[in-house]
């Protein structure tokens, strides 16, 4: 019987996400590919370090202990490495205790063009090249940006922070803005539309089946006095009052809704960020992730009107940067 992939929930990694790669990465970039690869070999047995996505990964994966009858979360790789250096991958998963065994090792080529095969909600890579073909592709992508702070409690909570425009929903409110800079005539134009949901963004099928979870933990919670719900999703974005509206009208319109919502009005982001310690936390903006990277697992999501200069300054398939080891 074939495996039942498209009744999971899947996240799509690079073991540049979820590991600490810049040793091996480093060997790439200045000796080129065979001395990376015998670098990887001769540590086959040399657990990586944990990376930026791992406590998200690590606590996605524990929904599975939870709900061990339909084990209802899946986690593959898509790697750029060869199949035999890509052993020391699994090895590192086995060493963690990540529940990691089916993917892709494509020798040099890009990964992306599998995230429909696995039935991925999410392809979370460290290489820009491959995010950007990503989401030119209109595929689910974020680019897993740096930060030499992975702090992983043992509470069993998993916290994710998502940004709303460009992000959970499209970016038809910031190409509103970016045509005006106006911010009157921008909650002007959400509250004339304000029983309007918005279409969805390229994380809505993230959002959505993990909020699916959510809903089962809140009910859990109900009928468990002491219990923790083992999910907990908010949402951090820049609009306010009145344009919050129109976030709540599409989020009913999803049937979602989040434990927190953050309307910051331009007060930055990681004022709430680092009192909420969210496991990972998804913008489409550089300039509202860059303050929280340096202590909050980050993930760039280049989609829609605010990245188009990016987006069509890279060629399809071209080198953002010379990061293949992903």
């Not at 509250?191 to 390229?202: I, K, L, V, Y």
């Not at 919502?261 to 680092?274: P, S, Y």
């Not at 202590?295 to 300054?313: C, H, K, M, R």
Request: glycine residues 6%.
């Amino acid at each position: 019987m074939a495996y039942p992939i498209e009744k999971k929930l899947v996240v799509a990694v690079t073991s540049r996400a979820v590991f600490d790669m810049r040793e091996a990465n480093q060997v790439f970039d200045e000796e080129g590919t065979e001395k990376y690869r015998e670098h990887q070999l001769a540590r086959l047995d040399d657990p990586l370090a944990p990376g930026v996505a791992f406590p998200f990964i690590r606590r996605l994966l524990r929904l599975n202990d939870l709900y061990p009858d339909q084990e209802p979360v899946e986690v593959v790789v898509l790697s750029r490495s060869d199949p035999a250096s890509g052993r020391r991958f699994f090895r590192s998963c086995k060493h963690h205790g990540l529940a990691i065994s089916r993917g892709a090792f494509l020798s040099g080529k890009s990964p992306y063009p599998y995230i429909n095969s696995f039935n991925s909600s999410i392809f979370l890579s460290a290489n820009e090249a491959d995010v950007l073909g990503a989401i030119r592709a209109g595929l689910p992508a974020g680019l897993v940006l740096p930060n030499n702070e992975v702090v992983d409690g043992a509470d069993h909570e998993l916290r994710i922070a998502f940004d709303f425009d460009g992000v959970l929903a499209d970016d038809e409110a910031e190409a509103v803005y970016r045509q005006s800079r106006d911010l009157d005539l921008f909650a002007q134009y959400e509250m004339d539309n304000a029983s309007e949901p918005h279409n969805p963004g390229p994380l809505k099928d993230l959002f959505t089946k993990i909020g699916f979870f959510q809903k089962l933990e809140a009910k859990r919670a109900r009928e468990q006095p002491g219990y923790v719900p083992a999910v907990r999703i908010a949402i951090v974005t820049a609009r306010n009052a009145p344009a919050n509206e129109r976030v709540v009208t599409t989020l009913d319109a999803w049937g979602m809704s989040a434990t927190e919502t953050f309307f910051m009005g331009g007060i930055e982001k990681k004022r709430v960020l680092d009192a909420l310690q969210p496991h990972i936390f998804f913008d489409d903006q550089l300039a509202h992730l860059e303050p929280a990277a340096a202590t909050i697992p980050s993930v760039f999501v280049p989609f829609g009107i605010a990245n188009v200069d990016l987006l069509n300054n890279i060629p399809p398939g071209g080198e953002f940067v010379s990061e293949v080891t992903a």
